[in-house]
């Protein structure tokens, strides 16, 4: 389906394209949320007419976005989720949550605006993308560990999980013979025993 964009979208074209999209695309999503208008002759007539005042509008919804994005961008949130011990949560973290911390913060987002590919799943720092406008996107810093001391050793830098398992491995040493074969050991203390017995 041919369509004439109303705003800027991404990977797609600027005001006043006229692009060939998908008729389940352009169905559910750029004609609802008007985005987009049926490429025909009468709505070309209508876009070239409103052409100035829908560009205006678009300049000011950008201007608004621009001074919302300085309150919002490299902010850094902090979330304290339950972990198993290789990392895993129990769990996932999703867009809500981050809007939530975000306005613990003060920072109102939308949860459209919040550019998160799949729900987050392990411990770690995540850069998160905020689309306050087509043209105007932000990055927040989400910080998820298990307890405010993990929290506080990550944002230094420290990674956590690969610092565990090295002190796991250093608590644990086991005697290696390489050229022992299964069973032998089992063997040498039956031997032992039985040469007591013999005494």
Same mark, same amino acid.
């Given at each position: 389906? !041919?369509?004439i964009l109303l705003e800027r979208v991404e990977k797609l074209g600027r005001i006043g394209d006229v692009v060939t999209v998908k008729d389940g695309f352009a169905r559910n999503f *750029?004609?609802?949320r008007k985005k987009a208008l049926r490429s025909n002759a009468t709505n070309r007539k209508l876009f070239e007419a409103n052409r100035a005042q829908i560009e205006a509008e678009n300049a000011s919804r950008k201007a608004d976005a621009e001074a919302a994005a300085t309150g919002v961008d490299g902010k850094s949130v902090t979330l304290i989720r339950q972990a198993s011990n290789t990392g895993q949560l129990y769990g996932s973290v999703s867009a809500r949550d981050i809007i %939530?911390? *975000?306005a613990d913060d003060g920072a109102k987002i939308l949860k459209n605006q919040v550019? *998160?590919?799949?729900?987050i799943k392990a411990i770690g720092i995540y850069n998160v993308?905020?689309?306050l406008h087509a043209e105007v996107a +932000? =990055?927040?810093k989400v910080n998820v560990a298990r307890s405010p001391e993990e929290a %506080? *050793?990550?944002s230094q830098g420290v990674d956590v999980m690969a610092s565990m398992f090295e002190r796991d491995e250093a608590g644990f040493t086991e005697d290696y013979d390489p050229n022992a074969e299964p069973g032998d050991i089992a063997r040498e203390e039956e031997s032992e025993a039985t =040469? !007591? +017995?013999?005494?």
């Open positions: 389906m !041919e369509v *750029l004609l609802p %939530e911390a *975000l550019q *998160l590919g799949n729900p993308k905020i689309s +932000v =990055t927040v %506080e *050793l990550q =040469t !007591e +017995v013999e005494a």
